[in-house]
């Protein structure tokens, strides 16, 4: 017979760049996906996140694999999934080898200085926190308005970006770094329910003269159509905070957008401090959030659940040294999830991906390029227990999103059609017609979770 042709030469390794660049990371703490200008808010305005957009890309189909701050923000730095790293509140700390195989270590050992300033919430073991930051600052939430020695008293959302230009001014001349600046905003404040949202003093009176359209799934019978696991939730009791009477309701929205405009100017404050220290052509932006936030849909607030809301987060990633063709893109045919974060940093860097990573790098995306690397669907959970949020797991695809919820007998499962039913607010998980479809959901789901489990001892 012919002879066998010669297998193929693998693809030669992309060279790195002739100058890898630096990394600001701005991380927010529960902001849904459409709270940006850009992203078409009516109401909310964030002009300089818009215009990091306009020079950027936005990526319009962005999802946490976990809806609550301390497993997303492990999974940012490690590229893994709660399942796998296992870490949420409560949890012991993250294992000493996720932590060493996280991009701040990555990059710290290839020669970054690296930074985080405000919230971590990642639990790290004794010794590790100085693997993965040269300079470590935690500001932390409660109480929003710090009183400092100097006798000031400054909004936490200044107070970051205050302490990451100051860290900015220190770096030596050419020093490459990486630096996260993680805002406490726009998260609510539940020490006063009354007040919820304390808004910095740059946003004092934005919106006043603004009607807040009511939430879009505002009809009570959305609501009513919840299990009664859910109806007496942490999503609902928090709803009782914000949202179940009009006046509270503006009060509430206004409030919880100036922290979202707050932010908006911390982050300008902070580029224009890069732009003078000649370090803004060298360095790639990022700002995304580590979960969504019902802001009333579905009589809900807060986030934790597997609806739209909650799982949906804003995320744009700037790019100075990409070509202008490139700039200004809303990415749609790209899921970006939180885990992607850590990959896509280190190839930006230049550096190998991290064995055993579950996310993908974004790069292609960043470049225009058809994007083939991540399966149609992934692995979505949330696994703390917690006696008023109702743990769950699940998998998502553009098509279909499942989900059982774990603490109740037997559990309970949603299936949604994205196709015919965008808002997921019909359940098709209990009719026949749709036995097939639930059946090959659940199998998959059992699959992901499955390798998520045997990639801990990988």
Not at 158 to 165: G, S
Not at 321 to 334: D, H, I, K, N
Request: aromatic share 8%.
């Amino acid at each position: 017979g012919a002879p066998s042709p010669s297998p193929a030469p693998p693809p030669a390794p992309a060279p790195p760049p002739a100058s890898p660049p630096n990394f600001l990371i701005f991380v927010t703490d529960d902001q849904r996906f459409d709270t940006l200008s850009c992203a078409g808010h009516p109401v909310v305005r964030t002009p300089v996140i818009d215009a990091l957009a306009a020079r950027g890309t936005r990526f319009s189909q962005a999802y946490v694999t976990t809806p609550i701050c301390a497993a997303s923000r492990a999974s940012l730095i490690t590229g893994l999934n709660e399942r796998t790293h296992q870490f949420t509140f409560g949890s012991p700390p993250l294992a000493t080898r996720w932590a060493q195989t996280s991009y701040p270590a990555r990059l710290r050992a290839a020669g970054w200085r690296t930074a985080l300033i405000g919230k971590f919430d990642v639990g790290l073991p004794e010794g590790q926190r100085a693997v993965l930051f040269d300079h470590f600052d935690e500001i932390l939430q409660n109480p929003a308005f710090k009183d400092l020695p100097d006798g000031r008293r400054v909004h936490e959302t200044d107070l970051c970006a205050e302490r990451a230009i100051a860290w900015l001014e220190s770096l030596p001349p050419g020093q490459r770094f990486s630096l996260d600046v993680h805002f406490n905003a726009p998260h609510a404040e539940y020490t006063d329910v009354q007040t919820l949202y304390p808004w910095p003093p740059s946003t004092n009176g934005l919106y006043e003269d603004v009607a807040i359209p009511l939430p879009r799934l505002a009809d009570p019978a959305v609501y009513e159509a919840l299990p009664a696991f859910l109806k007496t939730s942490l999503n609902r009791d928090q709803f009782f905070w914000c949202c179940d009477d009009p006046a509270k309701y503006q009060r509430t929205m206004r409030s919880h957008f100036r922290m979202i405009s707050g932010i908006d100017a911390a982050v300008g404050r902070v580029l224009a401090a890069l732009e003078r220290l000649g370090r803004a052509q060298d360095t790639v932006v990022v700002v995304m959030s580590d979960n969504g936030y019902y802001l009333g849909e579905r009589g809900l607030a807060g986030k934790w659940s597997h609806f739209e809301e909650s799982v949906r987060i804003p995320w744009i990633v700037a790019d100075p040294r990409r070509p202008a063709a490139l700039r200004g893109r809303v990415e749609t045919a790209t899921v970006a999830l939180n885990v992607d974060l850590a990959p896509t940093l280190l190839d930006l860097a230049g550096l190998p991906p991290t064995p055993g990573t579950q996310g993908r790098s974004l790069v292609p995306a960043l470049d225009g390029r058809t994007d083939a690397g991540r399966a149609e669907d992934f692995l979505c959970e949330h696994l703390w227990p917690h006696p008023s949020i109702p743990r769950w797991e699940g998998v998502r695809s553009r098509r279909w999103v499942y989900a059982r919820y774990l603490d109740v007998a037997p559990a309970f499962e949603f299936l949604h059609d994205l196709q015919s039913d965008p808002d997921q607010l019909v359940n098709l998980a209990g009719r026949p017609q749709h036995a097939a479809v639930l059946t090959e959901r659940r199998a998959r789901c059992d699959a992901l979770i499955t390798e998520a489990v045997a990639a801990r001892g990988a």
